[in-house]
């Protein structure tokens, strides 16, 4: 079967190797398309954490089973979403139930190979099923499930103010799924493009531009009191350090968005405001089941902005990376 590994940054090779020996309790896949994430970008890019060479990418997966256990609640031709995050089970993140921060994680396509190949194999537990979702649909469960995750770890209350800077496709996610639930969403970014998507196919209540005065801009929103849940979606350290400032005395302050670096706080800021100060990593069972259930409420089509088939990927993946080409989603088609 086909394959394509990304050898170093920078470089992807197409390669082909033997279709993978399925084990009992596990489920033998064929991969239907790929959604490409950040985490994709920035190792092709060379600079994301916890990330060696070479690799596989793909962690934003649609499948089809193609074999599974007599016993299995899966059958041949079933639609499945995977939850890419491989947990051992046993450490004190997994008994307390949170498989997300496992010590010993292996994430599917970062810290082992991915599913940027025809089929794969994986335990039949990292699998739900999708019967009613499309292939598009299902490709972009895991990075909302990001989003679902962030938003229930900042407890979101109906009716409060809420902050997320950038808008990207997990901010995307984390604006939509907070509208959903019913909070008054601020929308921040640099980019005025991804400022009207967010407003005008997204639904967020208000939309600011980072470089016009955001602090002040909120306070008037928020009649002085600011927003009492902010999640940073960026990454950026600038932006990661500046987040606490858009966020009210008593408010959250959701770190989703990762930095390679060191970040520096003032203490007697964030003393003052008696910040939580949280990070929000991966997403569980729980979030996952969470987007199937609202992803029709979703607007798929005009977030997947770009679509091109697996023999075409290396050749396109450079231009993802360009602001001006206007990426949300990018996605691999393995039927074109």
Request: aromatic fraction near 8%; charged fraction near 25%.
């Amino acid at each position: 079967m086909k394959y394509i590994v990304c050898e170093e940054p920078g470089k992807f090779s197409y390669k082909e190797k033997e279709n993978p020996t399925r084990e009992r309790g596990h489920v033998l896949l064929q991969i239907k398309k790929v959604g490409i994430c950040g985490t994709d970008l920035h190792a092709y890019g060379g600079n994301q954490p916890f990330f060696s060479y070479p690799r596989i990418l793909g962690h934003e997966l649609a499948a089809v089973v193609l074999d599974a256990d007599d016993t299995s609640r899966f059958k041949k031709g079933d639609k499945v979403v995977v939850m890419p995050y491989l947990s051992c089970g046993k450490c004190i993140a997994c008994r307390t139930g949170k498989t997300n921060c496992c010590q010993q994680i292996k994430v599917f396509g970062v810290h082992i190979d991915g599913g940027m190949q025809e089929e794969v194999v994986l335990p039949e537990a990292v699998l739900l099923p999708t019967p009613e979702l499309t292939f598009e649909e299902i490709a972009i469960i895991e990075p909302l499930a990001i989003g679902a995750h962030a938003l229930r770890r900042a407890a979101l209350k109906p009716d409060e103010f809420v902050v997320v800077v950038g808008c990207g496709p997990i901010g995307i996610g984390i604006i939509k799924l907070a509208q959903i639930a019913g909070a008054k969403v601020i929308a921040l970014d640099v980019d005025d493009n991804r400022l009207k998507y967010a407003k005008n196919e997204i639904g967020a209540g208000y939309t600011i531009n980072v470089l016009q005065n955001p602090i002040e801009q909120i306070s008037e929103i928020t009649s002085g009191d600011m927003a009492t849940a902010v999640f940073d979606a960026t990454g950026n350290k600038k932006a990661l350090e500046n987040g606490v400032d858009y966020m009210a005395h008593g408010g959250r302050y959701v770190l989703v968005g990762l930095s390679k670096g060191d970040l520096t706080f003032t203490h007697p800021k964030i003393h003052a405001k008696e910040t939580t100060l949280m990070c929000s990593r991966n997403a569980t069972l729980e979030d996952f089941k969470h987007v199937i259930e609202h992803i029709k409420l979703f607007p798929t089509d005009s977030f997947v902005t770009h679509t091109v088939a697996f023999e075409s990927m290396a050749a396109q993946f450079p231009d993802w990376l360009k602001p001006e080409n206007n990426v949300i989603k990018a996605m691999v088609d393995f039927d074109l």
